[in-house]
Nanobody, 123 residues
Framework: QVQLVESGGGLVQAGGSLRLSCAAS????????MGWFRQAPGKEREFVAA????????YYADSVKGRFAISRDNAKNTVYLQMISLKPEDTAVYYC????????????????WGQGTQVTVSS
């Protein structure tokens, strides 16, 4: 199995920035896509961004396009989410996930999940 550990969350003011990290360990062979999802209280977990592990192809939710950037360091088995111009509506627990499927935004397609890291954006 794959273990995922997120870090980098915290409290920032609106307009601020954060960089989240997700370190993967275990049997990462066969992982094709890594993604970030988020879940706010009372809401369903939603797709944020994804990246293919080999080619680095990226895809973003419309709500974060132009503000968030996903990247990966293959040697470190780590994926990052650089977030700028943060808004209060970005407040959520952010989860890292991996899948053996090709690029997908569907959370049901992801096989392994981290425990999440809290991002809080104040007004």
């Amino acid at each position: 199995q794959v273990q995922l550990v997120e870090s980098g969350g915290g409290l920032v003011q609106a307009g601020g920035s954060l960089r989240l990290s997700c370190a993967a360990s275990g049997r990462t062979f066969g992982v094709y896509t890594m993604g970030w999802f988020r879940q706010a209280p009372g809401k369903e977990r939603e797709f944020v961004a994804a990246i293919s592990w080999s080619a680095g192809t990226t895809y973003y939710a419309d709500s974060v396009k132009g503000r968030f950037a996903i990247s990966r360091d293959n040697a470190k088995n780590t994926v990052y989410l650089q977030m700028i111009s943060l808004k209060p509506e970005d407040t959520a627990v952010y989860y890292c996930a991996v899948t053996q499927s090709i690029m997908t935004t569907q959370k049901r397609s992801y096989d392994y999940w981290g425990q999440g890291t809290q991002v809080t954006v104040s007004s």
